[in-house]
């Protein structure tokens, strides 16, 4: 059994199989607007919030890290929705997950994001977004609605973390 | 006729009549969350831009600021939904509005705003965001779908803008 997960840096391609990577590098389309004054990256990630009556609802997260060294214990997914979280800041956060499906302890994956949003595919396993150093702020964007859209698992016993060098 | 628009500092109460301010001190209800990791300022703007087939559109824009003084030239309203502009950065920028219904020139009101987003309610006209000294992030959240969703209106002569000592 996998008893240490290895962080890995955060990118499109490895992401896909669990939702999307929000940066302006991963636009299909990008348009000049406001008099040339300004680019718009568009449409970088589906809100996937509808279902069932579902809304979308745009809150603020305050995220404080957890001790250190990281021990994950808990994992989540939304059966009827996507899940956004677009940081307010530069500094670095984990993001954890495992895919659709039945859970599967030796399927987990963690990314180092740093600067970019993620979207956290309807079903899609993952932990809460992990703020490293510094307590940090996120917009997230998330469906609001009838029916029940958290299931959790625990993990036990709790997962360790490997940052390797990604981390000063 | 006034030809100069004063800034004022952006507060919730005073921007009512065109949106809301989006920030974690408007929350309307705030929970613990992630174990106590974290505290969620739930729902801070409605996100209303499902009028007539539409759905929201998650972007990122990347504005370069005008020219110094600033004049202001063209004014814009979205009839079909809401728009939401959420910084990435504490850098200040500007807010233009004028309130839904016919374009009124003396009705042209000024904020600055910092480390909070904005949300232009459905029809409220405003300048696009004017960011200010640097190039600046937002997340951006509006309508796509069928329908015209933007009207313009050309500010002639333009509208000189005068910040007090709100700048430094």
């Known amino acids: 059994m996998t008893d240490v997960l290895k962080v890995a840096?955060?990118?499109?391609?490895?992401?896909?199989?669990?939702?999307?990577?929000?940066?302006?590098?991963?636009?299909?389309?990008t348009l000049s607007i406001n008099e040339g004054h300004a680019r718009r990256?568009?449409?970088?990630?589906?809100?996937?919030?509808m279902e069932g009556g579902g809304r979308p609802v745009l809150s603020l997260f305050l995220s404080r890290p957890k001790?250190?060294?990281?021990?994950?214990?808990?994992?989540?997914?939304?059966p009827l929705g996507s899940q956004v979280f677009l940081p307010r800041s530069e500094r670095p956060y984990l993001v954890v997950v495992a895919p659709p499906g039945p859970f599967r302890r030796e399927a987990l994956r963690a990314f180092l994001a740093r600067g970019v949003g993620v979207s956290y595919?309807?079903?899609t396993?993952?932990?809460?977004?992990?703020?490293?150093?510094?307590?940090?702020?996120?917009?997230?964007?998330?469906r609001e609605g009838p029916g029940e859209?958290?299931?959790e698992?625990?993990?036990?016993?709790?997962m360790r973390v490997d940052f390797g060098n990604l981390l000063p």
């Not at 396993?125 to 998330?142: K, M, N, P, Q, R």
């Not at 698992?153 to 709790?158: E, F, G, R, T």
């Open 9 to 29: 840096p955060l990118e499109a391609d490895a992401f896909r199989p669990y939702g999307e990577v929000i940066a302006a590098g991963n636009a299909r389309e």
């Open 41 to 49: 990256y568009h449409d970088l990630a589906p809100l996937d919030m």
């Open 67 to 78: 001790s250190w060294p990281l021990e994950l214990a808990l994992m989540e997914r939304h």
């Open 121 to 123: 595919r309807r079903g």
């Open 125 to 142: 396993w993952h932990h809460y977004s992990l703020a490293l150093g510094e307590e940090s702020a996120f917009w997230v964007i998330d």
């Open 149 to 151: 859209n958290c299931d």
């Open 153 to 158: 698992i625990v993990l036990d016993p709790p």
